[in-house]
């Protein structure tokens, strides 16, 4: 017998800029972690990795993750992929607090 659970939540789903290509920061984080040289560029220079992108692709971000991580100073993927993580979440948290003020 095959089932489908199903989520149900009272928290509304808020949905931030979208990304052009939805898994733009998960294949740049792949890309660094398959390749020790476009890694170090991440890391020492975002902007760039970014512009240059790996092996011919290219990274569509949404302004939000592209501005959070050519803020972020990391020193390992790890470090980046961490603060990346906090940053993405603690903005889903104020745009919860801007619909709560919104709703109210």
């Known amino acids: ?10 928290l509304p789903i808020l949905v931030g800029e ?13 890309a660094a972690i398959v390749s020790k040289e476009f890694c170090r560029t991440l890391l ?3 902007k760039r990795a ?7 692709e290219i990274f569509p971000l949404s302004k939000e993750e592209y501005d959070s991580l050519l803020s972020i100073q990391a020193a390992s993927l790890t ?3 961490r603060r ?7 903005n889903t948290y104020l745009m919860h607090q801007v619909y709560q003020l ?3």
């Open 50 to 56: 970014l512009e240059e992108g790996y092996q011919g």
């Open 79 to 81: 470090e980046l992929a």
């Open 84 to 90: 990346m993580t906090l940053m993405m979440s603690q």
């Open 1 to 10: 017998m095959i089932t489908n659970p199903i989520l149900l939540s009272d």
């Open 18 to 30: 979208p990304s052009s290509y939805p898994n733009g920061l998960a294949r740049l984080l792949a």
């Open 102 to 104: 919104y709703e109210s």
């Open 44 to 46: 020492d220079d975002p």
